[in-house]
């Protein structure tokens, strides 16, 4: 299973907003409404952000927020905070049961 | 608040078996609403899964690695292991160990840290 595309890099200041996509194929992102988005500082573990395309979990802020369209899906964060700096990764399952990730967007906060 | 940790050797040679363990808080490995996975990590940050255990003891691996991984549970109710035979420095990454829910809302919801695990002579 290939790896859904993400963009290396985004960078935002702070107060604006960011949107980072995730493409896949109809085999995976298309196919199900199970992308899920997780902020990872490094040396930490993963959190996740988002479940089954646009719902988040609770304690998770609302200036987080998900979006799918055909095999692409969307995370866009608001209101960037100086501590949104971090690396966002997507997930989907797939049609085999398994699971496929993005490459992992790293965003800087100006 | 569900925490995971691995844990095993750090250098592993090649044609060895890579062996980590993953012991949890916060939860029992017999709840049925979850997978208890592992993904890794290589270098340049691409993510791959590599598959689970149940609670049942059943399991479901990642074609890609061709029969070369065991995911089992632990011998107690907070810990499940990994074993990767026949390593090669492409297997050099940071493993997570992870739970998967299964059930509504699905996605991977707990982590743990990772660790770095190289295989070189």
């Known amino acids: 299973q290939s790896a859904l595309t993400q963009p290396a890099s985004v960078s935002g200041s702070p107060g604006q907003s960011i949107t980072i996509s995730c493409t896949g194929t109809n085999s995976d992102v298309g196919g199900y409404n199970y992308v899920s988005w997780y902020q990872h500082h490094p040396g930490k573990a993963p959190k996740l952000l988002i479940n089954?395309?646009?719902n988040r979990p609770s304690g998770v802020s609302d200036r987080f927020s998900g979006s799918k369209s055909g095999n692409t899906a969307s995370l866009t964060i608001s209101g960037l905070q100086a501590e949104d700096e971090a690396d966002y990764f997507c997930s989907s399952y797939t049609r085999t049961s398994t699971l496929v990730f993005g490459g992992g967007t790293k965003l800087t906060v100006l | 608040q569900v925490q995971l940790q691995e844990s095993g050797p750090g250098l592993v040679k090649p044609s060895q078996t890579l062996s980590l363990t993953c012991t949890f808080s916060?939860?029992?490995?017999?709840?049925?609403?979850?997978?208890w996975t592992w993904v890794r990590q290589y270098p340049g940050r691409g993510l791959e899964w590599i598959g689970y255990v149940y609670y049942t003891g059943s399991t479901y691996y990642n074609p890609s690695l061709k029969g070369r991984v065991t995911i089992s549970l632990g011998t107690s109710e907070n810990q499940f292991s990994l074993e990767v035979s026949s390593v090669t420095a492409d297997d050099t990454a940071v493993y997570y160990c992870?739970?998967?829910?299964?059930?509504?809302?699905?996605?991977?919801?707990?982590w743990g840290q990772g660790t770095l695990v190289t295989v070189s002579s």
């Open positions: 089954e395309v646009n």
């Open positions: 916060g939860g029992s490995i017999r709840d049925s609403s979850y997978y």
């Open positions: 992870a739970r998967d829910k299964r059930v509504k809302p699905k996605a991977i919801d707990f």
